[in-house]
């Protein structure tokens, strides 16, 4: 497939710069996979568009503060460091000393720069990669994720067009994110509520997460014509033994298995068995890579919110629910005022 078949014109204005003051009082459009019918709805009516049984498996990664704002030392001008994934092998990954981190301004960073963010809170440039990366050596007095938490800025998209505030402090988080390391937050998530999560409950939809680490790659162009020659990011994850029996339990009795969101689609399409097979408890990298022609084997249906033009992210969904129904959904939140992308409005693909 061609890269164009996934365009579509997103005009600024529809990209949500802020979030609703509610999580849960955004909208949702329902796409039917049997009939291609759309309806209407509210990320509210969640509970009564689900069955009893219906198993949602949602991705529990914490976003990391992790934007930080410094001078070079014994240099002029500011800099950015924006860290993207600690160097593997260092124990407890928000408190690692190596991080592979995005720079600006990268020229001006050399090996063996030095960075201050602030007072005990230094980085050292030990190495170069490539498009503005640098691998940067931490020492934080306390620690770097206590340094990361006091000194540390939410890495908002850069298709929001704001400085990050204090209300982002806590609305580009889920509300049961637990392990920090992402770089960006797993945003089907972002419109639960313990009140949702009550009646989700009282319905008997079941409820595991699973984790995946989110990383810049989540934002990578694709700049191939030919999709199937992009080359696809890496990113952590891991598959609990409680969330693989739960699924295997939900599979053998033929429940739907619910993504919450590409991120916890991606550990489930990774982590999937062969027919009959039990999930198993696992982690690790994962480059898997979902457009039309390759099958999705876990997942049922899927809550996401709408994705940027010539993505990965949307080509996942394609693949997930067919490109022309896309097209169609994706015309119809447009001509309908849906709001787009992180802080946006969400689908429910069943």
Not at 20 to 32: G, H, T, Y
Not at 118 to 132: I, K, M, N, S, Y
Not at 193 to 211: D, F, K, M, S
Not at 237 to 244: I, K, P, R, T, V
Request: charged residues 25%; contains cysteine; hydrophobic residues 45%.
């Amino acid at each position: 497939m061609r890269l164009s078949d996934f365009d579509y014109e997103l005009p600024p204005g529809r990209i949500a710069q802020h979030p609703l003051a509610e999580r849960d009082a955004s909208r949702m459009l329902v796409l039917d996979r049997a009939t291609g019918g759309l309806d209407d709805r509210a990320v509210r009516d969640l509970p009564a568009l689900l069955d009893p049984g219906d198993l949602l498996v949602a991705n529990d990664s914490r976003v990391l503060p992790a934007r930080l704002h410094g001078r070079r030392v014994g240099g002029e001008g500011a800099v950015e460091a924006l860290l993207l994934e600690p160097e593997a092998g260092q124990g407890s990954e928000p408190d690692a000393a190596t991080w592979k981190a995005l720079v600006r301004p990268a020229r001006k960073l050399p090996l063996g720069a030095r960075l201050v963010f602030a007072p005990g809170f230094e980085a050292e440039v030990v190495a170069l990669g490539e498009r503005g990366e640098r691998t940067l050596r931490l020492h934080a007095a306390g620690g770097v994720a206590a340094a990361l938490e006091r000194h540390g800025r939410m890495p908002l998209p850069p298709y929001i067009h704001r400085p990050d505030d204090a209300q982002d402090r806590e609305r580009y988080q889920t509300i049961y994110a637990r392990v920090s390391g992402s770089a960006a937050a797993p945003t089907a998530g972002l419109h639960f509520t313990p009140e949702l999560l009550a009646r989700l409950a009282a319905r008997g939809v079941g409820w595991t997460t699973v984790r995946l680490h989110v990383g810049l790659g989540t934002f990578q162009p694709v700049e191939v014509d030919d999709i199937e020659a992009h080359p696809m990011h890496a990113e952590r994850y891991a598959l609990s033994a409680d969330a693989a029996a739960a699924l295997t339990r939900a599979r053998a009795a033929g429940r739907r298995i619910v993504a919450v969101g590409t991120t916890a689609a991606r550990v489930l399409e990774t982590a999937a068995p062969e027919p009959g097979g039990a999930f198993a408890a696992q982690s690790g990298e994962t480059r898997i890579f979902l457009y039309p022609g390759r099958p999705f084997r876990a997942v049922n249906a899927l809550l996401t919110n709408f994705h940027a033009p010539r993505t990965t992210l949307l080509m996942m969904i394609a693949a997930f629910a067919g490109l022309d129904p896309v097209r169609r959904a994706y015309a119809h939140a447009l001509e309908s005022g849906y709001r787009f992308l992180s802080y946006g409005d969400c689908m429910l693909i069943r």
